[in-house]
């Protein structure tokens, strides 16, 4: 900041810098520079909810093709995150918002039910907005 300081509206950015990563820094050490931990505890107070994703982001539609694919995403991603966390997720992102009819099994099978309502939010409820109507696959899921 030193070098800013004849400059008024760069000593301030920098101010605002150093303060908002001054902030961010201490926090880091606050929860002992594991931010995971910190997490947990805001999702074990009723704060947060986390989620898991596809274990490494696979496209499951186009791993559609080898189901045992799509099922060890779910299944290694679902461990990994009780393993985290202490118990299983309850909703996962689908990776890029890809879902194919018949999915639904391998999200169940690893306690993740909120996986539809996520799709619909970040992905789906736009198109809806525009189309006028409930695709076919999703209005089969939610009956």
Same mark, same amino acid.
């Given at each position: 900041?030193?070098?800013?300081?004849?400059?008024?509206?760069?000593?301030?950015?920098?101010?605002?810098?150093?303060?908002?990563?001054s902030?961010?820094?201490?926090?880091?050490?606050?929860?002992?520079?594991?931010?995971?931990?910190? %997490?947990? !505890?805001?999702?074990?107070?009723?704060? $947060?909810? /986390?989620?898991?994703?596809?274990? =490494?982001?696979?496209?499951?539609?186009?791993?559609?093709?080898?189901?045992?694919?799509?099922?060890?995403?779910?299944?290694?991603?679902?461990?990994?995150?009780?393993?985290?966390f202490?118990?299983?997720?309850?909703?996962?992102?689908?990776?890029e918002?890809?879902?194919?009819?018949?999915?639904?099994?391998? %999200?169940? !099978?690893?306690?993740?039910?909120?996986? $539809?309502? /996520?799709?619909?939010?970040?992905? =789906?409820?736009?198109?809806?907005?525009?189309?006028?109507?409930?695709?076919?696959?999703?209005?089969r899921?939610?009956?």
């Open positions: 900041m030193e070098r800013t300081k004849w400059q008024e509206a760069f000593r301030r950015l920098a101010e605002m810098y150093f303060n908002r990563f902030h961010a820094r201490d926090t880091f050490q606050k929860y002992n520079r594991n931010l995971v931990h910190a %997490f947990k !505890k805001f999702q074990d107070l009723g704060k $947060l909810e /986390i989620i898991t994703c596809g274990a =490494t982001h696979g496209f499951f539609p186009l791993m559609d093709v080898c189901r045992d694919s799509v099922r060890a995403q779910v299944k290694v991603a679902a461990d990994h995150y009780e393993s985290t202490g118990r299983r997720p309850r909703g996962i992102w689908l990776p918002c890809g879902f194919a009819p018949g999915m639904t099994k391998y %999200f169940a !099978k690893r306690g993740s039910v909120s996986f $539809l309502l /996520i799709l619909m939010v970040c992905c =789906t409820v736009p198109l809806v907005l525009n189309m006028g109507f409930l695709p076919r696959f999703i209005a899921v939610l009956v």
